[in-house]
């Protein structure tokens, strides 16, 4: 078989100097990040994300061996691809592809897939090869990829390869065949960096753009009706956490054929055991019962979304996995798609460097003392609160832009002295706008942050805090917005909290107000409701103080309208008074100066109920929540048109 096969495009053979060596005996796959949307530029290569398993072939002098993402030998339960993969006219060869079986419309089909494993009558599964990593003795992972995926074109294009087929790629633009690809009932596209070499684990060099959440879990328990000797209702999901910990993350219904649910049954009763593998498991049901299994099986679940809890919501059961270990499962990760000039996208690695006396230079922003500890009770350093508002920009900055600042200082850590900032002073901040000074006359000039190195100048002044105001420049004299903050008594329960909030939200139906929620990131919510520019600040204000007090006067044995801790004692507050002119309230997204450094979040109304403290998201958790989101929770907030009415006065008791 010895030199059978010679790529026809001399230009796009390896040079001759390349590096070679024995074959290796293992290649670990290139792997896929997550990205929330795809890149806006660069030289990217795009190809449909196959419904299958990663396959990696080994080829060596006629004989053919076929290894899982995890290097398991699966090869004698691929007769029918090993034998094509070994008549390949090639002395020795690494290819890289993904085993499905198609449907009558020649879309991947992952049941069919697993039907095929579970009959073992594997002759339909085929082999979509995607890149080549060595070849004829020479290591081509090295090479950039478009060099490396012409050759696996050729060769297969020479060669009679039933059911081994070269993955194609599309030169349309990537959200267009994001649209194709769900519109066809796809998982989705792979975008590839067409100058990067192949590099084992996972890098933003291969990107997945997917249609919908889906992903593997552990199956550590499942529910059935309580009574009941056999059954399964639902199968009970969790996620490793970092430290090993295992996380509940909510259950799907078991819709799986009978024969697999007897397969199932077997196994699930030798893993049976009697506490939960789960750090947090969940809640008692009435009418079913709960049996804990080791966490040993891994299914692939489709969902809508994560809730603001961690759980899915929505979820679809598509399969059992044989081909990753339970211990390998985590909540995927969601990257951002950074953009610059260069390449059209980039890492924060590529944008971070060391600078002079122990500094870190982000962005060309430098950032002084970065291991300072912010938090004595996370550890958490300037340089991760630097990090989390550069990560938290995209979704942060709409709320900010050109409106006027107020910062919370903590050149100290959050223990030390706070300082309230609102004007530039004597140091300027890297980003920061100052507006026109007439805009606010007899006061120094007024901030605005409308950059992510706006952000980053921010946090490397220590400014934790960023409370914004309810009116948008050149326009301030007309608020934009009205804000009810809900001051809660610290000694009532969250349930309290959450059903407060609700109640306002009534009100505010009632009026003909749409609202959106947030978390303060401390004890409570802040509700939002979005206005047109037409009444002042007093008129806002007065309406404002009017619905508190309409709030207090309906339900007085929960609500205050009267500020001070003797007035909230066993109630919570409605504060009006942050719809003053001046007055400011923290803005979504940014972290809160105090113990845990929490960010306040917007959630919608219809995750209100399971939202479980004011400062339940942490800076690491707001992120991956952002990143898993498939819809915005405030969606239709920009979009809001709505005034304060004269019937509205009227309706809180106004004149």
């Known amino acids: 078989m010895a030199g059978r096969w010679n790529s026809r495009t001399t230009p796009r053979r390896p040079p001759a100097d390349e590096p070679g060596g024995a074959l290796p005996s293992l290649i670990a796959p290139q792997l896929a990040t997550l990205i929330d949307r795809p890149p806006s530029g660069g030289d990217w290569s795009y190809e449909i994300k196959f419904d299958g398993y990663r396959m990696l072939a080994r080829i060596d002098s006629g004989e053919a061996r076929l290894f899982t993402r995890n290097g398991h030998d699966w090869t004698s339960r691929l007769p029918a691809l090993h034998e094509v993969l070994a008549?390949?006219?090639?002395?020795?060869?690494?290819?890289?592809?993904?085993?499905?079986?198609?449907?009558?419309?020649?879309?991947?089909?992952?049941?069919?897939l697993q039907n095929a494993f579970d009959r073992r009558s594997t002759s339909e599964i085929g082999l979509f090869v995607f890149d080549l990593m060595y070849l004829n003795g020479r290591d081509l992972r090295e090479q950039p990829l478009r060099v490396r995926r012409e050759l696996p074109r050729e060769l297969l294009d020479s060669a009679d390869t039933p059911g081994v087929r070269y993955s194609e790629d599309f030169a349309a633009d990537p959200a267009s065949l994001v649209a194709s690809a769900c519109?066809?009932?796809?998982?989705?596209?792979?975008?590839?960096?067409?100058?990067?070499?192949?590099?084992?684990?996972?890098?933003?060099?291969?990107?997945?753009?997917?249609?919908?959440?889906?992903?593997?879990?552990?199956?550590?328990?499942?529910?059935?009706?309580?009574?009941?000797?056999?059954?399964?209702?639902?199968?009970?999901?969790?996620?490793?956490?970092?430290?090993?910990?295992?996380?509940?993350?909510g259950s799907v219904k078991a819709t799986f054929r009978s024969d697999a649910a007897s397969v199932f049954a077997q196994r699930a009763a030798k893993l049976e055991q009697p506490a939960p593998a789960f750090y947090n498991p969940p809640a008692p049901e009435r009418d079913r019962m709960h049996i804990w299994l080791r966490p040993e099986i891994v299914a692939e679940v489709s969902f809508l979304e994560w809730t603001p809890g961690g759980e899915l919501r929505h979820a679809t059961?598509?399969?059992?996995?044989?081909?990753?270990?339970?211990?390998?499962?985590?909540?995927?990760?969601?990257?951002?798609?950074?953009?610059?000039?260069?390449?059209?996208?980039?890492?924060r690695s590529t944008r971070e460097r060391p600078g002079p006396r122990?500094?870190?230079?982000?962005?060309?922003?430098?950032?002084?003392?970065?291991?300072?500890?912010?938090?004595?009770?996370?550890?958490?350093?300037?340089?991760?609160?630097?990090?989390?508002?550069?990560?938290?920009?995209?979704?942060?900055?709409?709320?900010?832009?050109?409106?006027?600042?107020?910062?919370?200082?903590?050149?100290?850590?959050?223990a030390g002295e706070l300082f309230f900032q609102k004007h530039s002073e004597r140091a300027r901040i890297p980003g920061i706008t100052e507006l026109p000074a007439e805009l606010h006359p007899g006061h120094p000039p007024l901030l605005v942050a409308n950059s992510a190195e706006a952000l980053i100048g921010l946090a490397q002044m220590s400014l934790v805090e960023i409370h914004s105001w309810n009116a948008v420049a050149p326009d301030l004299a007309h608020p934009d917005r009205v804000i009810f903050d809900l001051d809660p008594d610290p000694a009532l329960p969250w349930s309290v909290m959450v059903e407060a909030a609700l109640?306002?939200?009534?009100?505010?139906?009632?009026?003909?107000?749409?609202?959106?929620?947030?978390?303060?990131?401390?004890?409570g919510f802040h509700?939002?409701?979005?206005?047109?520019?037409?009444?002042?600040?007093?008129?806002?204000?007065?309406?404002?103080?009017?619905?508190?007090?309409?709030?207090?006067?309906v339900v007085p044995q929960r609500f205050s309208a009267v500020s001070g801790p003797k007035n909230r004692v066993g109630k919570i507050v409605i504060d009006y008074l942050r719809n003053s002119r001046g007055a400011s309230t923290v803005a979504p997204f940014p972290v809160r100066a105090r113990s845990g450094m929490a960010v306040s979040m917007p959630v919608s109304w219809d995750e209100v109920k399971d939202v479980r403290r004011g400062d339940e998201w942490t800076m690491r958790k707001a992120i991956a929540r952002q990143r898993t989101l498939r819809t915005d929770p405030w969606e239709?907030?920009?979009?809001?048109?709505?005034?304060?009415?004269?019937?509205?006065?009227?309706?809180?008791?106004?004149?």
């Not at 909540?331 to 890492?347: C, Q």
């Not at 500094?359 to 970065?370: A, E, H, W």
């Not at 048109?641 to 309706?651: L, P, V």
């Open 636 to 655: 239709g907030y920009w979009r809001t048109r709505q005034g304060i009415t004269a019937a509205m006065r009227r309706a809180v008791g106004m004149r």
């Open 503 to 523: 109640l306002v939200k009534v009100v505010l139906d009632e009026l003909g107000l749409v609202s959106y929620p947030k978390t303060s990131g401390g004890k």
């Open 527 to 553: 509700i939002t409701v979005p206005l047109t520019r037409r009444q002042g600040w007093d008129k806002v204000k007065a309406f404002s103080q009017a619905v508190a007090r309409h709030m207090a006067r």
């Open 183 to 249: 519109r066809m009932k796809l998982e989705g596209i792979i975008g590839k960096r067409a100058g990067s070499p192949y590099r084992s684990g996972r890098s933003t060099d291969w990107i997945k753009l997917r249609c919908g959440l889906r992903q593997e879990f552990v199956v550590a328990g499942l529910s059935r009706v309580k009574g009941a000797r056999t059954g399964v209702r639902s199968l009970l999901l969790g996620v490793f956490e970092p430290d090993g910990s295992l996380r509940y993350a």
């Open 87 to 112: 008549r390949l006219p090639v002395d020795n060869a690494w290819l890289d592809g993904e085993a499905v079986v198609l449907d009558a419309t020649g879309r991947p089909d992952f049941n069919a």
């Open 358 to 414: 122990g500094s870190v230079i982000l962005d060309g922003v430098r950032i002084s003392n970065p291991t300072r500890v912010m938090d004595g009770t996370t550890g958490h350093t300037k340089l991760e609160m630097v990090r989390y508002y550069d990560d938290i920009s995209s979704w942060a900055l709409p709320y900010l832009r050109d409106r006027p600042l107020a910062l919370v200082r903590a050149p100290d850590g959050i």
């Open 317 to 347: 059961f598509i399969a059992f996995r044989d081909d990753k270990p339970a211990a390998a499962v985590t909540a995927e990760p969601v990257a951002p798609m950074m953009v610059d000039e260069a390449d059209g996208t980039r890492a």
